[in-house]
């Protein structure tokens, strides 16, 4: 059976990653699983150049098929940031309930049609062979008025989804896994590793 190693530490992200990978013949490791312990400096400027950066990393030091993604939030009414600085907007240490509120503030007072916003995923697959595969998703949406809901991570609970009518973090983690960036992306690189596997 293959080994792939998800190059991540997030384990709301691997509780993702596993239930929309479960059906490849395959065992998916995060690197803590795997006994990995690297410190990836991120410095693309693109969500495909930071996914391969970690990917490739990661498969120099294993020889494993390395899956990654690099993946953040567009608000068009901040220019589209936090976008490709997501995890690290306002600093690394800065929690998420601050970075949400920030984003409420900014958009404040705006109507619901200058607050879009998407949430953006890209998957990067290194091959030991030097092979690089990447997928992209996106996930379309606006920033809500306030912070609702419990599942999910990071920005979810500001993520409006107007199709359902609540925010990413009211989804259960099964319609999330179908419509979001993440399911979207993840879901193109399994249909691509299913025929290379």
Do not use: W
């Amino acid at each position: 059976m293959h080994r792939i190693i998800f190059a991540t530490g997030n384990e709301g992200k691997m509780k993702e990653i596993r239930m929309i990978l479960k059906d490849l013949d395959c065992q998916v490791l995060s690197m803590k699983e795997a006994g990995i312990e690297a410190d990836i400096v991120e410095d693309g400027t693109t969500f495909e150049e930071n996914a391969v950066i970690k990917a490739k990393t990661i498969m120099e030091m294993t020889g494993d098929i390395v899956l990654a993604d690099d993946s953040g939030l567009e608000v068009d009414a901040m220019d589209k940031a936090p976008g490709v600085y997501s995890a690290r907007f306002m600093g690394e240490n800065t929690s998420y309930d601050i970075k949400n509120n920030y984003i409420l503030e900014q958009v404040k007072g705006l109507p619901m049609e200058k607050r879009s916003a998407r949430f953006v995923c890209v998957i990067a697959c290194a091959f030991p062979d030097g092979r690089i595969l990447t997928t992209r998703g996106a996930f379309e949406g606006f920033i809500g008025e306030s912070i609702a809901g419990e599942n999910g991570f990071g920005y979810d609970p500001i993520f409006l989804v107007p199709e359902f009518g609540c925010t990413s973090a009211e989804l259960s983690p099964e319609v999330k896994n179908e419509v979001s960036h993440r399911g979207k992306a993840l879901n193109s690189m399994k249909d691509k590793l299913k025929d290379l596997l």
